[in-house]
T-cell receptor, first 113, second 111 residues
Framework: GAGVSQSPSNKVTEKGKDVELRCDPI?????LYWYRQSLGQGLEFLIY????????KSGLPSDRFSAERTGGSVSTLTIQRTQQEDSAVYLC???????????FGPGTRLLVL | EDQVTQSPEALRLQEGESSSLNCSYT??????LFWYRQDPGKGPEFLFT???AGEEKEKERLKATLTKKESFLHITAPKPEDSATYLC????????????FGTGTRLTVIP
């Protein structure tokens, strides 16, 4: 079946602009996660959604970052007033339920000039 | 604080030369330890999940083992197509349900 998909695959933006990154999880997966992977760094957890519960935002680095998940499926990660240090690969993952294996999408490569 | 350390950072092997990658972890209650493979420009690809000390999983030339403090990914007779970055991650039994990742081991297998 189809895996996790993310769009766009690449995004170049100017400092100070807002960006939206999209994630389509595997159909039927109730848990959805966003991670960030910076050059030379491990994957860093950002935010987690489980069903209709309030999201776990404990990994968001600043209030410029926000995410929503509509209808328990598609998720959008928004970064407002982008900074150069936001340049990274943003990865989305989904799992059938919270504690099961997470399957990752191909990522969105964000470059802030 | 949860911590995952992978070693070595990089490893070059001749084709057919077996070796092991190490993942040491500190976590307040382990729910699961995960191994992923990541090719350049792609997202991590799931390999194995291990839940308890003594558990072993195998897939083709790869074998993952788990103790109370570390996990090993053994690669037997590697081929050039095994070249990738191998990521280890832990999921704690309490608190957030996210994965906590190490920085990976970059494996290069030379023909």
């Amino acid at each position: 079946g189809a895996g996790v998909s993310q769009s766009p695959s690449n995004k170049v933006t100017e400092k100070g602009k807002d960006v939206e990154l999209r994630c389509d999880p595997i159909s039927g997966h109730t848990a959805l996660y966003w991670y960030r992977q910076s050059l030379g760094q491990g994957l860093e957890f950002l935010i987690y959604f489980q069903g209709n519960s309030a999201p776990d935002k404990s990994g968001l680095p600043s209030d410029r970052f926000s995410a929503e998940r509509t209808g328990g499926s598609v998720s959008t990660l928004t970064i407002q007033r982008t900074q150069q240090e936001d340049s990274a690969v943003y990865l989305c993952a989904s799992s059938p339920v919270t504690w099961e294996t997470q399957y990752f999408g191909p990522g969105t490569r964000l470059l802030v000039l | 604080e949860d911590q995952v350390t992978q070693s070595p950072e990089a490893l070059r092997l001749q084709e057919g030369e077996s070796s092991s990658l190490n993942c040491s972890y500190t976590v307040s209650g382990l729910r699961g330890l995960f191994w992923y493979r990541q090719d350049p420009g792609k997202g991590p690809e799931f390999l194995f999940t291990l839940y308890s000390a003594g558990e072993e999983k195998e897939k083709e030339r790869l074998k993952a083992t788990l103790t109370k403090k570390e996990s090993f990914l053994h690669i037997t007779a590697p081929k050039p197509e095994d070249s990738a970055t191998y990521l280890c991650a832990v999921q704690a039994s309490g608190g957030a349900n996210n994965l906590f990742f190490g920085t990976g081991t970059r494996l290069t297998v030379i023909p």
